[in-house]
């Protein structure tokens, strides 16, 4: 068994850069059964009498190779595209509000095709898993070898091993599971895995966050023929994985309840192309991003497709708290809506109470032409298009925005977005 406690601590410390800490889980290691896992399998349609298409069995094989210990051997078949193979065992795990989850499990796939082995991890608002998750998160050995392929970890047992934070969850499923779903590109889907030392270790979270202001979700129409898409990238230039959840909020609505997924940011590392993570139609909204490593770079890009010829757009750097708009004015000059440009205001509420943004329009000689009271909901992001209409003004070739809040701990994130009428080519300004 000291053998196996030095590969439990060596994984743990790869996973959370901090060494070992307490593993929350009951028989991680499967010692002699399945005790402390609640088993599932379920197989669409059911299995031909004999057969045995989705299991989840004790094996005596064992990571360290210590004869007391074992594993779980689980296994999954899809014959066609209207047949489905599950097997998940799975454990609920108490867990503190704003923490940071370390989990995983050491895999060794002995033959995979279209599908892969995964730990994934949902947090739900309840103590004892119960409602609807708020956040899920997944984690796997190895990617999807699609049914043409077949593939295995060649004899090594693989760490499949991410951290994620609990945000307001007060409870954690941790899921061992096999899946296997069938399609018309994808009939014969299979996996046959082990798995052991499965761990959910906890930690304080110190959360930093962004607030993107908006940004567009699959291909978004707009004015003059105009056709938008955003992506979202994060650098972690660190030593240290970092957890990340981005909360979609939405536009003209309270965004408490918008969707959550969690993503994990390898040290040294960037990720984008996060178009595929919220809702399933095109829409736009801000994003609030929490990550539990403050050296995290988020960015947007959003561009405007041209067709046959490529795309216009700009890049926006997300919104730290340091630069959040409060009581004091802030400047987004200069602006300009006339029968070349046109100018939209973007504006998010970065709190959970209800704000009160106050804008002013300027002309280049610094003359008020008006001011506006925008009322925003808790983490309510709204987009006011052509910003000097919205002060009866019929144009103005050059001019700019006052932007702050008179509502006891109040704070936004805004930018205006200047577009070329022609072009539909963006320029973002930012609040200064």
Same mark, same amino acid.
């Given at each position: 068994m000291e053998r196996r406690a030095l590969l439990l601590a060596a994984m743990l410390a790869f996973t959370s850069g901090l060494g070992a800490t307490e593993n929350l889980l009951t028989n991680q290691g499967f010692d002699r059964d399945l005790r402390g896992w609640i088993v599932k399998t379920r197989q669409f349609p059911a299995a031909a009498a004999g057969?045995?298409?989705?299991?989840?069995?004790?094996?005596?094989?064992?990571?360290?190779?210590? =004869?007391?210990?074992?594993?779980?051997?689980?296994?999954?078949?899809?014959q066609s595209s209207s047949t489905a193979g599950e097997a998940t065992l799975e454990q609920c795990v108490p867990v503190?509000?704003? =923490?940071?989850?370390?989990?995983?499990?050491?895999?060794?796939?002995?033959?995979?095709?279209?599908?892969?082995?995964?730990?994934?991890?949902?947090?739900?608002?309840?103590?004892?898993?119960s409602g609807e998750p708020v956040s899920i998160a997944r984690v796997a050995s190895l990617p999807i070898s699609y049914p043409f392929f077949s593939s295995s970890s060649h004899g090594a047992w693989l760490v499949a091993a991410s951290k994620?934070?609990?945000?307001?969850?007060?409870?954690?499923?941790?899921?061992?599971?096999?899946?296997a779903t069938g399609s018309r590109i994808a009939p014969g889907v299979l996996l046959d895995a082990l798995l052991d030392d499965a761990f959910l270790t906890s930690e304080p979270a110190e959360v930093s966050t962004w607030l993107v202001p908006s940004a567009t979700y699959l291909q978004l129409?707009?004015?003059?023929?105009?056709?938008?898409?955003?992506?979202?990238?994060?650098?972690?230039?660190?030593?240290?994985?970092?957890?990340?959840?981005?909360?979609f909020l939405g536009h003209d609505s309270d965004g408490r309840a918008g969707v959550e997924r969690f993503v994990g940011v390898p040290a040294g590392s960037v990720?984008?192309?996060?178009?595929?993570?919220?809702?399933?139609?095109?829409?736009?909204?801000?994003?609030?991003?929490?990550?539990?490593r403050p050296e995290l770079l988020v960015s947007s890009e959003t561009s405007c497709l041209r067709v046959g010829a490529g795309t216009v757009g700009d890049s926006l750097p997300a919104t730290a708290p340091s630069d959040l708009v409060r009581g004091a004015p802030k400047a987004i000059s200069p602006?300009?809506?006339?029968?070349?440009?046109?100018?939209?205001?973007?504006?998010?509420?970065a709190t959970e109470l209800p704000n009160v943004v106050r804008v002013r329009l300027r002309g280049s000689d610094g003359a008020v032409i008006g001011t506006q009271e925008v009322p925003l909901r808790p983490l309510e992001m709204t987009q006011l298009n052509h910003v000097v209409s919205?002060?009866?003004?019929s144009s103005l070739t050059t001019?700019?925005?006052?932007?702050?809040?008179?509502?006891?701990?109040?704070?936004?994130?805004?930018?205006?977005?200047?577009?070329?009428?022609?072009?539909n080519d963006p320029k973002a300004v930012l609040p200064r």
């Open positions: 057969a045995l298409e989705s299991s989840a069995m004790w094996s005596s094989e064992d990571v360290g190779g210590s =004869s007391s210990s074992g594993s779980v051997a689980v296994h999954a078949f899809a503190e509000p704003g =923490s940071l989850l370390s989990y995983g499990a050491r895999v060794k796939t002995v033959l995979q095709m279209g599908t892969t082995a995964q730990v994934l991890v949902a947090n739900y608002r309840s103590g004892d898993c994620v934070l609990t945000g307001e969850a007060r409870s954690t499923m941790v899921q061992l599971r096999a899946d129409s707009g004015e003059s023929g105009s056709v938008w898409m955003s992506d979202l990238t994060l650098t972690n230039p660190g030593p240290v994985e970092a957890a990340v959840t981005l909360k990720v984008s192309n996060l178009d595929l993570l919220f809702p399933p139609s095109p829409t736009y909204g801000a994003i609030l991003v929490s990550s539990s602006i300009r809506e006339d029968e070349r440009f046109r100018t939209n205001l973007v504006m998010a509420n919205v002060f009866a003004a001019g700019w925005l006052e932007l702050w809040t008179d509502t006891p701990g109040g704070a936004f994130a805004a930018y205006a977005s200047v577009i070329d009428n022609l072009s």
